[in-house]
Each structure stands twice: as structure tokens, then as C-alpha cells.
């Protein structure tokens, strides 16, 4: 082992990680502390005094039925935004892998969403489905449905749901087709050789070995459902008709800074944080052990 | 089992053409070895019969039947890749399954057959193990196994053996052998090496620059090369090539000066005064000390293999350096002169223009 005297006492070290740690701590632990501590006060309606009330703003907050609604609302939003944008991307990467024409020009022209802002991406979507402009609302008028997410809560639910998965199907396109050119090209062959068609090939070779790709992609779009499509949801619907796309990342700003619950909207915004830490554990966990195959 | 036809086969990308029309034809039961230098198309060739590149040109036939179009399942053949491309995500049994099941065995004859060539290639005890659990040999093992439970028509190997060491490589060398010995399934192999060559092979395709340049028995090929290229490619250290004059009735060849080689009864009389490359085999030289027409080569080092000396020299001052193997352990200075002689019909005589075999 090296003897610490081999090396000689420099500032440098700590001169190169200051800037990192101080990003970390005004970005990150300051605001973060901050959360936790308004979760455990209580500020009257008019801000005249604030009251340290420890726990009474989670327990509110567990007892309260639109909070629930919130929650149930995230997971179904998470849970179709992801599956939608990775199979969608799973589908697109294959097709990519396999076509050799044009496939610079297919590739560039998939990456391009990654590029648009979320707010513009939803005001993009807004336009396109707008009960009285929008092309698509048109078509779909004219087809005998009648179309208008400002009323349907159901409807402003899957417009979110397929701007903020139109969003992230770059993203997994890119992670899935690096995962898929990795895949030496004799496997296929050999399958190909042993009896196996396109899909078939697919489904036993392919997406089995892009396992560790697949659950890292799940785990960071469930992070992006979570907290990333404020902006989307904010362009779109601004959480309405009646709260019906309110999911939590939007309920914390809606109760914060309209509803000025301050310490309600902090004790929400320490729940998803757990939430987060949670997910981010998990993923290098297995990140660490790798996906078993 | 099946005999592989291939006639004026050709493949070309876009503009470039890559193989110029190969044909041949292996006989059912055969074991032919494609070798030549990297980049010559060997591979190619072999993905061609496999079905894995589409044909530019030609037609390859297989048990009779035009292949040309068929997809590579349909083809019945079965394929040991270079990195063996076991699945890694499947245990060995599974991997030595997948076929079978696409084929739809039953169950019970997938385990008579995975069982059965587990045993012949020792592979009995890793069934339940991932390709990574294994070491190089047995990775190769069950790439062969996985050919072996289909009993296809035809077996293709590229460069199977390249990815092993040196003393793995040989022991497998003379395991395939064996097997094929018991199989007698018709095997196509690809090499660039060519102890490899010459020890499986019953014929030997040597491709050079996409076109097949000899096809024959590895004993023809070494005694007989067609062209210049064989010659230098087959048999190792590879022969001496110089270049010499060929006297006026063709039956000696000058080389420098008045160094002088005696040819074999017929000579060449056709190529008389003519120059022309000369090659002799390494081997094939002797230390004749009496003989008053010894050619005397002037040693300039000698490598030391216990079983043989290599000898490299020049004759009077060609440029090039010849090399010499004798038999034994020799000390010799560097600068003696050693007188050599060779037996004419040790002599091969090539086309300095064309290559070809004279
Ligand atoms: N997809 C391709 N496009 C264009 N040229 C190609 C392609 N694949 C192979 N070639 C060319 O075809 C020629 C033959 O390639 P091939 O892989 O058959 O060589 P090989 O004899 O197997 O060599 P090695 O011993 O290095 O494996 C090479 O010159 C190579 O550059
Ligand atoms: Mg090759």
C-alpha cells in the first residue's frame, strides 16, 4: 500500500469537487431540507404565523380520498406512459436494426423529440387534438367521436398519456438500439439456422438478452412519469377537467403555489421524494448484480 | 447427409464483386476444407451455402436440390460460428434444444438426442450450466453439439477452432476428425490455417482473392501446386521461390552467374531461355559435399528447433533470403558456405507471368 506521505497535502483535490458539492447542496440537500422541514409546519390563511405541527400535514395528507385519487391517478399514468414509450420504442428500435436503407435518416428523425422541451411537446399535442382547431379532434369529429379533452377527463388522461410517451420513445429508442447492435449479429444467425423466423428470433434471443436495457429504461421512465411531465401536463390540461389528470408531480404545484397549502404541498413533495430514492435504489442495486441471463 | 454442388457461384457487393464464380462440387460424406489468406471470401463462400448472403450469381445446390432461394432453415444444414454464438441467456441443454423444439420434437426425443451427443462430446454434467460457466473447449463442444442433435445434411464450420490456444486447438482438431469419422455427415470448413487444412481436409478449396485457384487431395496440393500461390500458401516454413533462367533445351535452370539446377527427365522445353520462378520446398533441400554440381548457398543465421535447423542463406547474390531445413541439430557459422543439392523432381517450375505451373 502507498504511504500517504507519498503524496503531498494539496488543495487541488477539494478545489476540483467544490463546484459539484456546491451544486449538490444549493440544487439538491438545501431545497430538499427546506421540503422537509415546511412538511412539519402549518402557516395560517392569512401568513401571519407559522406552527410546527410535526406529523400533522402527512397524516392529513394520508386521510385525505383526492390524495388517494392523486396516487392512483400517477400509477395508471406511469404505468401506460411507460409501457407505451418502451414498446413503441422496442418496436421502432427493431425495425431500425434490421433496415439498412435510410437508416441514418430514420434514426435522426426518431431522436429529434428527445430535443423538444416537455411544455413544448404538450403544446404541440394540445394543438393538434384542440376540441375546436385541432387536426386530429377534426378527423376523429368526422369519424363520429366526439372529441374534447377539456370536458372528458378520461380523454385529457390518455392525451397526457401519449404526449409524455411520444416524449420519452426517443430516449428508449436509443438506449434499446444500442442494446441491440451489442448483440453479436451470429446469434440471430445461428437461431435463423436453427429454424427460427423474425419474430420468433425476437422473442427468444432478442428481448431476453436486452433484459438489463428493458429494466433500466422501466425504472428511469417511471422516474420521468413521476416528476419529469409537469411541463407536459401543465401545457395540456392543467390538471383538469376537475383534477382528472392531477397527477402528483402537478398536485404538489397545484397546492403549493395556487392552493398556498404550503405545508401540505411540502409533505407531498417529501412522499415523492421518498418515492424517488426509492426507485433510484433499487436501480443500482441491479445495476450492481446486472440482470441475471 | 448430401452432396454440395456449386457452380459459377458469385457474390458481389454493390459494384464490388468479392467472389468470382467458385465451382465445385463435395461429395456426400465428404470433409473439405476452404482455406486462403484473410480476406479472400472464405467466409463469404461458407455464408452463401449457409443461406446468410444472398447469391449474386451461379447456383448452389444441396442433395440435388436448387438452394439458391431457400431461407437457411429450410436448407437443412447447421453452422458452427467463429465466436461459436452459443445463447448466452440459455443453459447448454436448452441451447442443444432450440432447434429441435422449432422442429417440433417431443420432449422425450429432445432428451434422447441432447443426451446422446452430450455423451460424445463429454459434455454429460454441464447440461444445466450458461455458456459463460464454460471454458473455451466446451464452449466448442456444445456449438458442435448443437449441430450434431439436428443431424443435418451438411455441417459448416468457420474458423471454429480459431479462438482457441494452440494445444486445445490441435486436440480438438483430431476430435472433429473423429467425429467425422463417426458421422460421416458432409462438412464444409473454413480455415486460414493451413496444418489445420491439411490435416482435416479430404480436399482442399484454396481461394485466393475470390477465385479458387486449386481444388485437390492436401497430398496433391503440397506435390503438385497448380500456381505459385499454392505453393506458397500450402506447406510450412513455405517454399523458396527464385527467379532463374531456363537453358536453351529447357532442361536446367540457371540461377545467377553459373549456378546451375538440374530439372526432372522432361524439363520444359517449351519455356527454353525463358525466365521463369523457380520454387523448392525448405524441406527438400540436401548437403552434398562430393557432388561437383552442389550449389553453394552462404549461411546468413540458423534457427535451432531441436528436431530441425532452420538454415537461412543466399545463393551467390540473389537478394532474397532462403530458407533450409535440415533434419537434426547443426552449428554452422554465419558466412560458411554450405554446397546443396536437390532432388529434380523436388523442383517446381511457374510462369513468372501468369503463376501458373509449368
Ligand atoms: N458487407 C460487406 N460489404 C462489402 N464488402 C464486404 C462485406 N462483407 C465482406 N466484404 C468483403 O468481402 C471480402 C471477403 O470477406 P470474407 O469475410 O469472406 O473474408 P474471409 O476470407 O472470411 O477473411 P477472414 O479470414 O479474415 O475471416 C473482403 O474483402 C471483405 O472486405
Ligand atoms: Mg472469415
Known sequence: MLKRTHFNPSPLPYLLVTP??????????????QAV??????????????????????????????YFNSFGKTIVFSSLVAFLSLGTALILAATAD????????????????????PVVAGTLWMFIFDPTLGIV????????????????????????????????????????????????????????????????????????????????????????????????????????????????????????????????????????????????????????????? | MAEVILEKVVKAYGKTEVIHGISTAIADGEFIVIVGPSGCGKSTVLRMIAGLEKISGGIIRIDGREVNNLEPKDRDIAMVFQNYALYPHMTVFNNMAYGLK??????????????????LLQL???????????????????????????????????????????????????????????????????THDQVEAMTL???????????????????????????????????????NFIEARLSRDGQSANIQGDVRL?????????????????????????????????????????EILGADTMVYGRFADTPDLITIRLPDIHHFKSEKVLPLSVAPDKIHIFNKDTGARI
Request: net charge neutral; charged share 20%.
Open chain 2, 262 to 302: 538440374a530439372l526432372s527427365d522432361d524439363g520444359a522445353p517449351d519455356f527454353g531461355d525463358r525466365k521463369v520462378i523457380i520454387g523448392i520446398r525448405p524441406e527438400h533441400f540436401n548437403i552434398s559435399e562430393s557432388n561437383p554440381q552442389a550449389i553453394p548457398l552462404s549461411v546468413d543465421h540458423i
Open chain 2, 124 to 190: 454429460d454434467g454441464l447440461l444445466e450450466r450458461k455458456p459463460r460457466q464454460l471454458s473455451g473447449g466446451q464452449r466448442q463442444r456444445v456449438a458442435m453439439g448443437r449441430c450434431i442433435v439436428r443431424e443435418p445434411k451438411v455441417f459448416l464450420f468457420d474458423e471454429p477452432l480459431s479462438n482457441l490456444d494452440a494445444k486445445l486447438r490441435v486436440q480438438m482438431r483430431l476430435e472433429l476428425r473423429k467425429l467425422h469419422e463417426r458421422l460421416k455427415v458432409t462438412s464444409i470448413y473454413v
Open chain 1, 98 to 117: 434490421r433496415i439498412v436503407r435510410g437508416a441514418t435518416t430514420y434514426r435522426t428523425l426518431l431522436i429529434w423529440p428527445y430535443a423538444v422541451a
Open chain 1, 137 to 293: 379532434a377534426y378527423m376523429l369529429d368526422m369519424m363520429g367521436y366526439d372529441w374534447n379533452h377539456r370536458l372528458n377527463g378520461n380523454q385529457a388522461m390518455a392525451l397526457i398519456i401519449f404526449a409524455a410517451s411520444w416524449k420519452q420513445i426517443s430516449y428508449n429508442f436509443l438506449f434499446f438500439l444500442a442494446g441491440m447492435q451489442a448483440i453479436p449479429k451470429s446469434l440471430t444467425e445461428a437461431a435463423a439456422i436453427d429454424g427460427a423466423g423474425p419474430a420468433w428470433r425476437f422473442w427468444t434471443i432478442i428481448f431476453p438478452l436486452l433484459s438489463p436495457t428493458t429494466f433500466f429504461l422501466l425504472v428511469m421512465n417511471i422516474v420521468y412519469a413521476f416528476f419529469e411531465t409537469f411541463g407536459i401536463v401543465h401545457a395540456v390540461t392543467k390538471g383538469g377537467p376537475a383534477g382528472a389528470t392531477e397527477i402528483m408531480v402537478y398536485k404538489v404545484y397545484n397546492d403549493g403555489f395556487i392552493g398556498l397549502d404550503l405545508g401540505g404541498s411540502a409533505a407531498q413533495s417529501v412522499v415523492l421524494m421518498v418515492i424517488v430514492i426509492t426507485l433510484t435504489v433499487i436501480q443500482f442495486r441491479y445495476i450492481e448484480r446486472k440482470v441475471e441471463y
Open chain 1, 20 to 33: 459539484q458539492i456546491l451544486i449538490t447542496i444549493i440544487f439538491f440537500i438545501w431545497p430538499a431540507s
Open chain 2, 201 to 239: 481436409g479430404d480436399r482442399l478449396i484454396v481461394i485466393n482473392e475470390g477465385a479458387a485457384e486449386q481444388i485437390g487431395s492436401p497430398l496433391e496440393l503440397y506435390e503438385k501446386p497448380a500456381t505459385k500461390f499454392v505453393a506458397g500458401f500450402i506447406g510450412s516454413p513455405s517454399m
Open chain 2, 102 to 119: 422449432l422442429r417440433k420434437f417431443t420432449k422425450d426425443e429432445i432428451k434422447h438426442r441432447v443426451d446422446q451427443a452430450a455423451q
Open chain 1, 37 to 66: 422541514f415546511q412538511s412539519l409546519l402549518v402557516e395560517d390563511a392569512f401568513g401571519l404565523k407559522t406552527e410546527f405541527v410535526w406529523f400533522d400535514n402527512f397524516i392529513e395528507l394520508f386521510s385525505d380520498q383526492i
